[in-house]
């Protein structure tokens, strides 16, 4: 996922930005606008982020007073290179897709996925701001911990309010971005959240895209840090007129040690609460982490998955991703080797004619593969067999008249990083075997089955609903992650 690296251009981002407010820099505004620019090609997330610089760029120069021109050289500095990512995506549907907006308006849009959500699922937010904010308020809870996020509230509050006119003060708001985003995107019904305590305990799931969460580690860190600063700052002004920041080494009478003093207990309570806080995560749960190893996010590995991860030799393998869930990355396959929707001309091409272009083809019931091939045409048929079966009905083809596959064993920790997956939910989401004929050629399909039974034989033992109930709530958020 690239949430980490989202973060870590976030976080440059809003660095440079503070950064150039402060002391107006032309060097700083460009760094951020080269953060910006990674930040917007890595997530969309990383769009809102963008917009929220321009603004700012507008309001700091209205109370500057400065002249129009200059206000809209920065704009233009800053929004040409940080801009640059999102232009490149308009241009990327276009040439792929023949719309600069595919993104928005195609059936894989994030806006048409969740729409299959409200339906099965439920989305609890949607057109609720009330709880839209509870829901994305609950999982920055859950993911920093109660004492680090109420550090991060006070941080900001103390830092913003009173310096409101203050640019680097005022600047630092980009840093809220993730916070109003994911609330807005909840709202809107755009995308979806699920963690225990902000949805209804009668929710099938309780437990996915819980590593939204993870983006307000930066702003949490800015804030704790400046609250700390004011403090020390404050403790060693005591007495001394307005004297500047504590200097350790420059400690001349009593007053002076006992000031130091005062600022090293702070330091070490900050710290303490920090690393307190760190340890209840820890033993309580990761949250963003918990949802990947047994939540919505966890898939589990299915019949197709096992034969890839055992026989896949290399060549193209023909998939409508948006229908489907094979893990590509456990078996090696580099996306340069999948053909999907995104494909442009190559995709057209693949369906019309697949034995000319793909070794191997995944088809899900209902999916854009199913549509164009006919597989249970003889000309098919001669041409690739059926090596694997999901539950789902989702089929995995290879090509005949290659060499033989070779035979590698399944990885014990790929076995163990999936076992887990769906026990958080009210309703167990594993797969069940699909039989194969027997007679059919290459002789694989049995591992893959007989794995698959020692699979579903793990899940049955550790499944279980793992739902929140409310008098519980508290708890769960003391300890940063999941109650015991």
């Known amino acids: 996922l690239t949430e980490p690296l989202l973060i870590a251009t976030f976080a440059a981002t809003g660095y440079y930005f503070v950064a150039w407010a402060q002391d107006d820099s032309a060097r700083n505004l460009i760094l951020a606008g080269g953060a910006a620019l990674l930040g917007t090609l890595t997530r969309y997330d990383g769009w809102p982020l963008y917009v929220a610089c321009i603004t700012m760029i507008v309001v700091l120069g209205l109370l500057r007073h400065r002249a129009k021109m200059r206000i809209f050289g920065e704009l233009t500095l800053f929004g040409s290179l940080g801009g640059l990512g999102i232009f490149l995506w308009f241009v990327w549907c276009q040439l792929i897709f023949g719309d600069a907006l595919y993104f928005l308006r195609s059936p894989f849009s994030s806006a048409q996925q969740e729409q299959t959500i409200i339906g099965t699922h439920g989305m609890f937010g949607a057109h609720n701001l009330p709880q839209s904010i509870l829901i994305y308020t609950v999982a920055a809870i859950e993911t920093l911990g109660p004492l680090i996020f109420g550090l991060g509230v006070v941080g900001a509050l103390a830092f913003v309010l009173p310096r409101w006119r203050n640019a680097g003060a005022l600047a630092s708001i980009v840093f809220l971005t993730p916070y109003a985003f994911y609330v807005l995107v909840l709202y809107l019904g755009q995308d ?254 049995a591992p893959a089955a007989a794995w698959i039974d020692t699979q579903l034989s793990t899940q049955a033992m550790l499944a279980a609903p793992l739902a929140m109930p409310p008098g519980r709530i508290a708890l769960r958020l003391v300890m940063g992650g999941r109650a015991a």
Not at 323 to 328: D, E, N, R
Not at 411 to 436: R, Y
């Open 192 to 445: 979806s959240l699920y963690v225990p305590g902000a949805v209804p305990p009668h929710s099938t799931y309780s437990l996915f895209n819980a590593r939204f969460g993870a983006e307000v580690i930066a702003p949490a860190a800015l804030y704790i840090a400046t609250l700390t600063h004011m403090l020390t700052s404050g403790i060693w002004k005591l007495g001394l007129h307005g004297r500047g920041d504590p200097r350790f080494g420059t400690a001349r009478n009593w007053g002076d040690w006992t000031r130091t003093g005062l600022a090293v207990l702070l330091y070490c309570v900050i710290g303490a609460a920090l690393l307190v806080q760190t340890g209840l995560t820890a033993t309580g749960g990761v949250i963003s982490l918990q949802d990947g190893q047994y939540g919505l996010s966890c898939a589990a590995l299915l019949p197709a998955d096992v034969f890839l991860v055992e026989h896949y030799d290399g060549g193209r393998l023909l998939d409508d991703t948006f229908h489907t869930s094979v893990h590509f990355e456990s078996a090696h396959i580099g996306f340069n080797s999948i053909i999907y929707e995104g494909s442009g001309p190559l995709w057209n091409k693949s369906l019309a004619d697949p034995v000319k272009y793909v070794q191997w083809i995944v088809v899900a019931p209902r999916d854009l593969v199913s549509q164009h091939i006919a597989l249970a045409s003889q000309a098919f048929k001669t041409q690739f067999i059926l090596v694997a079966q999901d539950a789902d009905g989702a089929q995995l083809y290879h090509a005949r008249g290659l060499a033989p596959l070779p035979v590698r064993p399944i990885p014990a920790q790929l076995v163990a990083a999936h076992a887990l997956c769906g026990a958080s939910n009210n309703q167990s989401t594993s797969p069940t075997k699909q039989a194969i004929p027997a007679a059919a050629p290459h002789g694989f399909i």
